[in-house]
């Protein structure tokens, strides 16, 4: 077995052995380092060697896992539409919004990292409808950065839901308080 195919084979040992320890905790994040190692059979080391730190590896857990839940005929239908960029980002965040609620505990465990040490020059899926969107009025720094603030606060909020629920009655269990939700967001950051 060739060097890469070796390590494919840990990354996704390891990704199985987070998911699986994620699934029984309360808390996602309380799975160690240790406790992914052993149930991957690897050493710890290969955690940093393979995703940069248990956090990473928290989220691509979360990214190749939970977010497979997503309907992918239904994003696929939104994708191929013929609506404006600005309104398949509405209903992409929905489809989004609407997994990350659904996996809130997972949500909570990965926008500490999302928020504080993904790398920001990483493409998000929005990034090229909010540069259609414009057509040129923004540059691609000024459409990534509103990218990234419309999938960061969207995740902010959903992990904060009960707050939301609590100070401003808006109830992000129910579908359509979420669609007005997203719908608000983007209308706030690309306009009317």
Known sequence: MRQDERL???????????FEL?????????????????????????????????ENLIYQTFQTRYLS????????????????????????????????????????????????KRDLGQE???????????????????CSLIAYEMSAMMQLMICRKEDLKRDFGIDLDDSEQLRHYIDMRIDLLLGL
Do not use: W
């Open 8 to 18: 494919q084979l840990t990354k996704d040992r390891l990704l199985d052995a987070a």
């Open 69 to 116: 839940f997503l309907r992918r005929e239904e994003t696929e239908q939104i994708i191929n539409s013929d609506l404006s960029p600005k309104d398949v980002l509405k209903r992409l965040h929905y489809v989004v919004a609407r997994c990350l609620v659904e996996n809130h505990k997972f949500t909570q465990a990965i926008t500490s990292f999302v928020l504080f």
């Open 124 to 142: 998000s899926f929005s990034f090229n409808y909010v540069k259609k969107h414009y057509d040129g009025r923004k540059t691609d720094a000024e």
């Open 22 to 54: 994620m699934e029984t905790m309360d808390d996602p994040l309380a799975v160690t380092s240790r406790q992914i190692a052993a149930k991957a059979e690897v050493k710890p080391g290969m955690i940093n060697y393979c995703f940069g730190s248990r």
